[in-house]
């Protein structure tokens, strides 16, 4: 008996090189060259991970959400794509695709997210900035920033990227 511990829908757009971990849920969704996703990671239709990215486990990329190349994502990162989310529509109907606009969020290049941060929709996360381990980014980040806390909050600038 073949058992699957993966789930990869046919519309996935895998680069070159790339490494999956088990107990993953990927659709809709691209991922670029040389990119590692980790066990228990779900990536949903619409999102974009670029090259060379490093995807923890226990993350959570949805839709809307765009990762440049070189980027880290720490263990159990979650990502928001709506400021007021609802179960119901004002008919007290469950909510469909019809009812929400999907917020978007974007990671630049060389940037890196702590684990367990969550972050929120309509963010901009800037080229090579860090996110520390445990934060709620609620605003943009600037390039070569390093932002800690909850809110997450600037506390320096990198003097290299890769420092």
């Not at 860090?130 to 609620?138: E, Q, T």
Request: proline letters at 3%; one cysteine or more; aromatic letters at 6%.
């Amino acid at each position: 008996m073949s058992v699957s511990f993966s789930s990869v829908a046919d519309d996935v757009r895998l680069g070159e090189n790339v490494k999956l971990g088990k107990f993953i849920n990927l659709y809709g969704c691209t991922i670029g060259d040389n990119t590692k996703i980790g066990t228990f990671v779900e990536i949903q239709k619409n999102a974009l991970i670029g090259k060379n990215c490093k995807i923890s486990s226990h993350t959570f990329i949805c839709e809307g959400v765009s990762i440049e190349d070189d980027v880290f994502i720490g263990h159990g990162v979650i990502f928001i794509n709506d400021t007021y989310p609802r179960a119901t529509n004002a008919e007290g109907v469950l909510q469909t695709e019809a009812d929400w606009k999907v917020e978007s969020t974007r990671v630049m290049k060389g940037a890196s997210i702590g684990s367990g941060a969550t972050i929120l929709a309509n963010i901009t996360i800037g080229e090579n900035a860090i996110v520390g381990a445990g934060s709620v980014v609620a605003a943009d980040i600037p390039p070569n920033g390093v932002a800690v806390g909850n809110p997450a909050r600037l506390i320096r600038f990198l003097d290299q990227p890769n420092s």
